[in-house]
């Protein structure tokens, strides 16, 4: 075996993996557009050419939002598509590694260096670019282990799956469509951005929106009205209120994160005319769900919180909550299963050190994996810090380590022989 893992990590072409990072950044796959689309069926040939069998098909976007569990979404789309390529093997995959190619929104162009996001700028030992963190450089670490087997001339005992998926940054449309075909596997790795760390749990998200009523009069008259806006005020103190309390006593996963279940207000709108008292405030945000909650008592607490509010206007004009867009369980890999020690073993073996093990504050696929019984965590190239911002990018010091981690622990889960012995 070790035979057979040196060959895997002596064919990993590290020069191509980067111009394929900086090529992919280059597609600008941000959720819901063509180029979403048009990075799927890349991949697709790609892991065709890798010697896998690939499932490509077209989201049936009505049947699924129609079905139980449906994770919803937030980013208008008219198509998505979905990709899974599986090796030879006997029985059903030992393991899955997934990636999304759906990058966020660019925000303004003049915090990028360059001005265009999507051209892939590599400084020293960094390429920067949207989606080079969040996670293209996962998927390619992906694509370049399938690549290498091949290249080694490696038959797997067992196969291993590649699941590309869209639509993870609203709500994890993509992966869910993968589950509903009948795609699974015994294990899956997700390469999200980790830092070196090994992340076992994910606290969740849910999109709210509030509706806040005034009444409206001639601003000259402001008194004979009733401002939207300083109606909001107590219910955002109230909100506060409920973030510190959701946040006291956090299991230790977290690793001295404070407030591992945030709560954010991301948009507020109001008023329709300068010198109008506002008759109507909406704001939209997220709620953090915590470890092993269910999203239902979280959204309960929430309203309460709102509903609570002592104030005799909002008494009279209650707040309307709502909850569209994305919605995010938390999920996490069950206790003492055998993927983290041998994660951390091959990590160990590229690297020298044993990786953490820690939980993350956002959603992910991960819930949708666990919730589906695949035993799941992340470890991806890249610094979730990053993520979403004009200054992401990626180490590719990280995305050759992985790559060689990824590699060993195939290897090693779905067993393999090297080229003479498989004839």
Known sequence: MRDVEAGVLNAIDEAETVNLLAETVGIPSVTGTDAESELQHRFARLLTEAGMDVDVWKLDLAGLA??????????????????????????????ALQGHVDV???????????????????????????????????????????????????RLARPLAVHCVISEEDGGLG???????????????????????????????????????GRAAHGATRHEGVSAVE??????????????????????????DGAPYPIEIGTVRAGDWASTVPDLLVAEGRLGVRLDEDPAAARAA????????????????????????????SGRLPAGHALLDEVGRAVADVTGARPAEAAAPYG??????????????????????????????????????????????????CGARGAEESR
């Open 302 to 329: 929430f309203e309460e919180a709102v509903a609570d509010v002592a104030d005799p206007w909002l008494r009279a004009n209650p707040p309307v909550v709502t909850w569209p867009g994305g919605q995010f369980a």
């Open 364 to 413: 992910s696929d991960l819930r949708l994996y666990a919730a589906g019984g695949i035993p799941t965590l992340h470890y991806g190239p890249g610094d979730v810090r990053h993520a979403h911002a004009p200054r992401e990018q990626v180490e590719l010091r990280e995305l050759r380590e992985v790559t060689r981690a990824l590699a060993l622990l195939v290897v090693r889960r």
């Open 175 to 213: 992966a869910f469509a993968t589950l509903a075909r009948g795609h699974t596997a015994q294990a899956a790795v997700i390469t999200e951005p980790t830092s070196g760390a090994l992340i076992t749990a994910n606290a969740g998200a849910l999109t709210f929106r509030l509706e806040i009523a």
């Open 231 to 256: 109606a909001f005020c107590p219910v955002f103190e109230a909100i506060r209120r409920l973030e510190t309390e959701r946040n006291r006593d956090v299991p230790d996963l977290f690793r001295g």
């Open 66 to 95: 129609a079905r139980p569990g449906f994770p919803g979404t937030e980013a208008p789309r008219t198509e998505g598509y979905g990709v899974v390529a599986v090796t030879e093997g006997e029985g059903p995959p030992a393991l």
């Open 104 to 154: 966020v929104p660019t925000g303004d162009l003049a915090k990028w260096e360059g001005h265009d996001p999507f051209a892939a700028r590599i400084s020293g030992d960094v390429l920067h670019g949207r989606g080079a963190c969040d996670m293209k450089a996962g998927l390619v670490a992906n694509l370049a282990v399938a690549r290498a087997i091949k290249k080694a001339g490696v």
